[in-house]
């Protein structure tokens, strides 16, 4: 029996901006209509005898994950939470320690980035399938990709010799001669023209007393710190968490590095499966379904003279004139304009974002939570316009703010409303009012999806003013005293710390009813 490991971790910023910190690209309907972490676990229905896949993800995706997860009708053996990115061997160890705490035995891994697209599912399968007598032998198999070009983007491995004794065929073992980095041009055409070289996938198969073996010679420090990570496991809802200072002190590193270049137990499985690790934004024209001038669109595209280019728009028309071999992406709040040949790039646009504290490196226009979805429409000098979808039976936490009012209007479904000690419901096209230093809550009793504008005025507007004193959902930073944390997390902030309220504590004005959505100011 195969137990899966999937690796939902990472943030995928040369795909930006589509994707962002807390909504990465595993997490994107980048070819279909799942998003790439979807089909990575859908794909395992072709694995009849499979267990229940581990995940492994960034305690900051553990809602939109667990979400996906129950829109595909996955059901996970466990949703193992990293405090901290570590790279792939750690986040495997971890795993590997799970699977062998849960299921005992020697059980086997088929260790899947959430982020890679496989067009032929098939032959991947297939190819897992023969690799598994190698790998229950306690070899440590990973699955090379045939090249289809010479290509500058991926690591390679150099094959050996068949590995003797085990099944010939279509899908044979090789011994491995060589981890290779990413070859210049004149040796990535090389290797294409050779027999021997293969993209590394960074997909494996092995057992997971194997892989710990081999990670305790050549990475002690590592495995022990992952141990004691495990070790203190505590739950969170669906989720279980690593320790938090003993997973911070593991060293990261990939699993190609900690082991499989150093060990003598690796082997390689050749594989033509239709794989890509959709790493830039050219990777994704590549695969994507091209029209007669070879462009590939989503979204509301209007191109005239336009060939052999990428454009994808979010929010609005894109039109373009004239263009051939670009990348066009509109987002609500980014627009990236790229040549094809420069895409690898973006990360570099990325890092000035980053170092400028912008928050389109970390957020969308659109935030997801628990319990929804809410969106910035627009922001002004002591006031915030905002977009709230609360879905069916969904609550956001029992909260007060220090330094704003908000104004709620229902413009779809039902709203519960707690405030202070009064609770009451509104429907669509009522309101009411939050005055500043309220304690509140908002539920969607009904089961339609709610939605509201909300409007905040106040000194300051940062979503890290709110005291939460209970929530639904195990999230940290629960203090009736007044510990900070914002529904959105690391929400950006309009100022560099909250100003002093008003004299008297603020508005005080009259909770309110009315049959339009008039917003009473104060």
Known sequence: MITPIILAGGSGTRLWPLSRE???????????????????????????DAAPPIVVCNDEHRFLVAEQLRKVSAAPAAILLEPVGRNTAPATAVAAIHALAANGGTPLLLVLPADHLIQDTKTFCDAVLAAMPVAETGKLVTFGIVPDKA????????????????????????AIEEFIEKPDPDLARLYFKSDRYLWN??????????????????????????????????????????????????PADSIDYAVMEKTCRGVVVP????????????????????????????GDVVAHDTHDSY?????????????????????????????????QDVKKIVSRLTAGRRPETNFHRQVF??????????????????????????????????????????????????????????SENESTFIPLGHTHRLENPGVIPMELIEVQSGSYLGEDDIVRFTDNYGRANLSPSGAKGGEAGKMETRGTRPRPAPAGGGMRVPPHRHDSPVIHQS
Not at 26 to 45: A, E, F, I
Not at 161 to 167: D, E, Q, R, S, T
């Open 22 to 48: 807390l909504y990465p690209k595993q997490l994107l309907q980048l070819v279909g209509d799942q998003s790439l972490l979807q089909q990575t676990v859908l794909r395992l229905n072709n694995f009849p």
């Open 151 to 174: 290509e500058t983007g991926y690591g390679y491995i150099r094959q050996g010799k068949a590995v003797g004794n085990f099944p010939a065929g279509k899908h044979t073992c090789f």
């Open 201 to 250: 996938s960074g997909m494996f198969l092995f057992r997971a007393d194997s892989f710990l073996e081999e990670l305790d010679q050549f990475a002690p420090e590592m495995v022990a710190w992952c141990r004691k990570a495990h070790a203190t496991l505590k739950s969170d809802l669906d989720f279980q968490r690593l320790d938090r200072e003993a997973f911070a002190a593991c």
């Open 271 to 298: 594989v033509a499966p239709g794989w890509s690790d959709i790493g830039s934004w050219s990777a994704l024209w590549e695969v994507g379904d091209k029209d007669p001038e070879n462009n590939v669109t989503r």
């Open 311 to 343: 454009l994808h728009a979010q929010h609005r028309l894109l039109t373009t004139v004239g263009v051939k071999d670009h990348i066009i992406i509109e987002t609500a709040d980014a627009v990236l304009v790229a040549h094809k040949n420069k895409v």
């Open 369 to 426: 939570r628990p319990w929804g979805s809410y969106e910035s429409i627009t922001t002004g000098d002591r006031f915030q316009v905002k977009r709230i979808i609360v879905n069916p039976n969904a609550v956001l936490s029992l909260q007060k703010h220090h330094h704003r009012a908000e104004h709620w209007i229902v413009v779809k479904g039902t709203a519960k409303i707690t405030r202070n000690q009064e609770t009451f419901i509104l």
